[in-house]
């Protein structure tokens, strides 16, 4: 066998390994929930109430028609002061009001 194909092709094969070690988990393997009522005010995902198109959108913090994407099963655990529940909701709702 030729040492200098050996050389390259172990070369080669350890580049492919580390490439794929140093590839990041891409967000779409990790399930996320659309959690409403937990993004502070112009930090939402997207959908941000009527006259609102999408990310950036919300006019106030906590707003329960605006989404934040969480890892799931994690929403109903993350606090939302304007809530019925006192947490992010998995659907919108309307602000409770202090």
């Not at 070369?11 to 492919?16: D, G, I, N, P, T």
């Not at 959690?35 to 329960?64: E, M, P, R």
Request: glycine share 10%.
């Amino acid at each position: 066998m030729n040492k200098t194909l050996s050389s390259a092709s172990l070369a080669l094969a350890l580049s492919a390994a580390l490439a794929v070690a140093a590839t990041p988990i891409s967000a779409q393997a990790v399930e996320k929930d659309k959690c409403f009522g937990v993004a502070l005010k112009g930090k939402n995902d997207c959908k941000a109430g009527a006259g609102t198109s999408c990310a950036g959108t919300s006019k106030i913090d906590y707003q329960g028609d605006a989404w934040s994407l969480v890892p799931k099963g994690t929403c109903e655990q993350t606090v939302s002061p304007t809530s019925p529940s006192g947490f992010g909701q998995l659907q919108a709702f309307q602000e409770k009001r202090a």
